[in-house]
């Protein structure tokens, strides 16, 4: 793929009404005076999104072309549309931004190594959008700005809606992307996600093309330089057990792995902040500040403090601001190769240990399984946590197969001996409903331990239904929370429970034809 420039050429009627990159406390005036959002005490812009409070995946498409042809994994994931469809729908969205007195340009990079970072326009109808991508990508200095010539472009109209009949879409709303023309078009919808998603969506086909592992986790460094990756969907932790006062945040939710090291794609955080709270996530409460945008997040009439626990909108409460908001960071935004890989899963069936030390073999059976719960909020119509799995921990934003991610992370751990861990962040002592999440204290310290390398040599034992190796202690965790089937007060509850899940690993597993028997048989034990 050449990634020189866009091969088309955004004509809107006039320059004078698209503000390019303008500085944030001019933007956020803009946002004020067209009563887009309102501001917190503390200066953050808080913006609702309307009936639309998460992603839309089965709004989501590729063009299918001679580019993505024979690259791209098809299917309901990466559904094809029509050149055609692109065309009509890209006259459309020019047109509707045509006709808006403002809009708004930021222009940018995806990639915090200057060799493989991608140069990117985001021109946006609301202008809390554009202030929304410029706390998530990677802001250029002046000089950067002068010679900034855009890979890609995103064009975001919400307030422009398609006609399935006409469009070749599924709704009124649509995401669709381009790699032969370089462009995302995104309308219907104000989830500001949205914008930020594509982007990574487009890092998944370029990177890995470029041999470089392009990942959807988060990443830290410890004192000693040693880099740690947290993978995992949303909710299940990411940003939060990145965020680490005794280790340095190298970005939260994207990153690519080059044979430099690990680099971040983004420039900021987009946080889940439902019940956040300063003493439970310091370094994320106190990154909320001016300029930072706070999405469907509740404030008070009076005060106009956010009432994290509010959840009357829905339960996807989001914070995005600068990386540079938290004290913590590597700047530039990238480090070495990664000593430590974590999983990280939200079980719902609450019969996953809380940790567990994985072979090589289940590394790749887990990678490629990436199970969790998907969280109420994160997608459309989803109102409480439901079973799912999703390749590499990531596969709505992944237009390759599963297979490419995987074995080039396979590879790496070989290559640089990397720990792989699975952690489980969700339910204990009972199912979603009856038992309870997992504290966050006990987490932080089985992690502090997986880091430190107090689990390398560890006694362990082994799980009777997912075979999985459990360690007998760990510092600050009472024994009994490590064998989930421990915390039930119902055992044959736990049981049917745990082989109900093992059960639906081993199902889900079927489809990856092309995985080496050792790892087929790298999956739960118990086989019904």
């Keep these: 793929m050449d990634t020189t420039k866009s091969t088309v050429t955004h004509k809107f009627a006039s320059n004078e009404n698209v503000h390019e990159n303008l500085s944030v406390p001019v933007l956020v005036e803009k946002i004020l005076s067209r009563d887009e959002a309102v501001l917190s005490r503390k200066g953050a812009v808080r913006a609702t999104t309307g009936k639309y409070t998460g992603r839309s995946p089965k709004d989501r498409f590729i063009v299918r072309d001679e580019v993505s042809d024979e690259v791209v994994d098809w299917g309901a994931v990466n559904q094809p549309i029509s050149e055609e469809s692109f065309d009509k729908l890209y ?23 200057t060799k493989y970072r991608l140069p990117v326009e985001v021109v946006n109808e609301y202008a809390w959008h554009n202030l929304f991508s410029q706390q998530l ?7 950067e700005l002068n010679e900034h010539e855009s ?45 930020k998603k594509s982007i990574f969506s487009v890092m998944n086909y370029i990177l890995p093309l470029r041999n470089i592992l392009s990942m959807h986790c988060s990443a830290n460094v410890g004192k000693e330089g040693d880099v740690a990756l947290f993978f995992g969907l949303s909710g ?19 990153h690519g792995w080059s044979p430099n090291g690990v680099f971040n794609i983004e420039g900021g955080c987009y946080a889940k902040c439902v019940d956040l709270t300063e003493e439970n996530e310091p370094q994320i409460f106190n990154a909320i500040r001016f300029g930072s945008v706070l999405e469907n997040v509740v ?6 403090e956010p009432n994290y626990e509010d959840i009357s909108l829905t339960e996807n409460t989001r914070a995005a601001y600068q990386l540079e908001n938290i004290d913590n960071i590597v700047k530039p935004s990238v480090a070495g190769h990664p000593n430590t890989i974590i999983f990280l899963t939200a079980d719902a069936f609450g019969t996953l240990p809380p940790i567990s030390k994985l072979t090589k073999e289940q590394a ?3 990678f490629l ?34 297979d490419k991610y995987a074995e080039m992370l396979g590879e790496k751990i070989d290559q640089f001996n990397a720990n792989v861990f699975l952690v489980n962040t969700g339910w204990t002592g009972g199912s979603y409903g009856e038992g309870s999440r997992m504290k966050l204290a006990y987490t932080r310290a089985m992690i502090h331990s997986a880091l430190e390398g107090e689990l390398n040599t560890i006694e362990t034992v082994q799980d009777d239904i997912f075979g999985l190796n459990i360690p007998a202690h760990v510092p600050g965790v009472p024994d009994e929370v490590l064998v989930p089937r421990n915390t039930w007060a119902d055992k044959s509850a736990y049981d049917a429970k745990a082989k109900e899940l093992a059960t639906a690993f081993h199902e889900n597993f079927e489809k990856f034809t092309n995985a080496s028997e050792a790892i087929q048989n790298a999956g739960p034990t118990y086989k019904g």
């Design 364 to 366: 790749m059976y887990h």
């Design 299 to 304: 404030l008070d009439d009076d005060s106009r």
């Design 369 to 402: 399984s990436g199970y969790t719960s998907k969280l109420a909020g994160t997608e459309r119509g989803i109102t409480e946590p439901e079973p799912t799995f999703s390749a590499c921990f990531g596969s709505p934003f992944l237009p390759l197969s599963p």
């Design 91 to 113: 006259t459309k969205v020019v047109n509707h931004l045509n006709d808006k007195e403002e809009i708004f340009s930021f222009k940018g990079f995806a990639g915090a190594d």
């Design 236 to 254: 299940t932790g990411k940003t939060t057990l990145s965020a680490d006062p005794y280790r340095k945040l190298i970005g939260d939710d994207e």
């Design 137 to 143: 990508f990677i802001t250029p200095n002046e000089e």
């Design 151 to 195: 890979e890609f472009t995103v064009l975001s109209a919400p307030t422009c809606f398609a006609d399935p009949e006409v469009d070749g879409t599924a709704s009124e709303t649509f995401i669709v992307i381009s790699f032969k023309k370089r462009v995302v078009l995104i309308g219907g919808t104000e989830y500001a996600g949205e914008i």
